[in-house]
């Protein structure tokens, strides 16, 4: 958030290192740090340190997350992480309302209606530079989401299987690319997890790693695509 919320730092004073209020660009009460909207009993006259308004920006996101449930009526905890940040930016713009038909479609699960409606705005179309690639951010995550919810992830080697202890092992990641996020997984069949990896920025696909050097058996191994999951059989034992 803090990339988007006063990325200037307007109101900071470099030589006291605290943030002070300043007008909001939104209008009505004035702002401080990292787009907290003052109260009429707010006293920050003597500036608040960088902790603090740290402190500050995550209690409006856990706010901005209550509106989302209750206003917005939108289950955002089953949302992959990256959809709950970009709601979360979006919300703290006041682009999304009850009524608008983004919302209505991000109800209905229509993710790629909802990204299109999202930036069909006269913010995005006509704003500031730095409102409209706010909004392309968001849409990015949203446009994201709506991909994967139409194309599957796949997974597929030839990876060997079975592996001898500590081979290295080659999973190759089909559609859905590039992801923001991978990671592996390795559980027993009694559901303990043995090892795990992770990758972030995935481009091509080709993960690889290592099977446990000092275990023999068969595993269930679990890849997770951007919050998705896929399960494979592992077996790793000595030729």
Known sequence: MKQFENSIKRGWDTEKKKWFPHSSLEGGTNTIAYGHKMQTTDDYSQGITEA???????????????????????NIDKLPRYVQQALINAMFRGELKSTHDTVDLMKQDKWQEAADEYINHNDYKNGAPGVKKRMQWNYDKFKYYADS?????????????????????????????????????????NGKLIKKHNWNNVTKGILQFNAPSDLEGVYILAVYINNERILKKLSIYDR
């Not at 030839?158 to 290295?168: A, I, L, S």
């Open 52 to 74: 603090k308004a740290t402190k500050l920006l995550l209690n409006d996101i856990e706010l901005a997350q209550e509106k989302i449930k209750t206003i917005l009526d939108i």
């Open 149 to 189: 919810l139409v194309t599957p992830t796949e997974i597929y080697g030839p990876f060997p299987n079975p592996v001898k202890p500590g081979e290295e092992v080659t999973v190759t990641v089909i559609n859905n690319l590039p992801a923001l996020k991978a990671e592996i997984k390795l559980f027993d069949i």
